[in-house]
């Protein structure tokens, strides 16, 4: 089993943009379109904020968003707010064998 | 709104058993696939073990597979995780999760509940 690669950190200043990667393979983020992110605060947890690679559930503002190319997916925070400072995870289904690989996480800093 | 309380978490010894439990409720339990997913403090999160929404398919990530068996009880709208053999390695808080699709989607989540393995 392998966990999906994501950078260990990210960083942006207020008003500006910030885009995380989530690196599989082909047989999980190349293959499926069940690709998902999560939000978690601190002591808190995580909160689905992107599924099926881009959908957002209702509730989660429109400026979080997610996208999908090869096999890396991709979450884009824009309009960065000091309430967007947490950690991110991505998730992938892998098929029967291994099922859910999830990303290391990266921890979003707002400057 | 759906909801999911998790309970069962404790203190134990290595090589000891305990047994989570995962209550649901606004939501109809028995059409989700559900899934338990942990967290080591201070790590990401790792998935555990998914059981199809019949009951019929069950499958457990390699950390813990042949050492925890997941179930489900419809009729109690109730997950459960029985875990065996536990090792250090194992403490986490161990969260129950609904999917939206295969594998996927995992919303909502409970508080978790800790489970500490030491001696």
């Known amino acids: 089993q392998s966990a999906l690669t994501q950078p260990p950190s990210a960083s942006g200043s207020p008003g500006q943009s910030v885009t995380i990667s989530c690196t599989g393979t082909?047989?999980?983020?190349?293959?499926?379109?069940?690709v998902s992110w999560y939000q978690q605060h601190p002591g808190k947890a995580p909160k689905l904020l992107i599924y099926?690679?881009?959908r957002r559930p209702s509730g989660v503002p429109d400026h979080f968003s997610g996208s999908k190319s090869g096999n890396t997916a991709s979450l884009t925070v824009s309009g960065l707010q000091a309430e967007d400072e947490a950690d991110y995870y991505c998730s992938s289904y892998a098929g029967t064998n291994d099922y859910v690989f999830f990303g290391g996480g990266t921890k979003l800093t707002v400057l | 709104q759906a909801q999911l309380v998790e309970s069962g978490g404790g203190v134990v010894q290595p090589g000891r058993s305990l047994t989570l439990s995962c209550v649901a409720s606004?939501?109809?339990?028995?059409?989700?696939?559900m899934h338990w997913v942990r967290q080591a403090p201070g790590k990401g999160l790792e998935w555990v073990a998914v059981i199809w929404y019949d009951g019929t398919y069950k499958h457990y990530g390699d950390s813990v597979k042949g050492r925890f068996t997941i179930s489900r009880d419809n009729s109690k709208n109730t997950l459960s995780l029985e875990m065996n053999n536990l090792r250090v390695e194992d403490t986490a808080v161990y969260y129950c999760?609904?999917?939206?699709?295969?594998?996927?989607?995992?919303?909502?989540w409970g508080q978790g509940t800790q489970v500490t393995v030491s001696s």
């Open positions: 999760v609904r999917e939206k699709s295969r594998g996927a989607g995992f919303d909502p």
């Open positions: 082909s047989a999980d983020v190349g293959l499926y379109n069940d």
């Open positions: 606004g939501f109809n339990f028995r059409y989700y696939g």
């Open positions: 099926e690679v881009f």
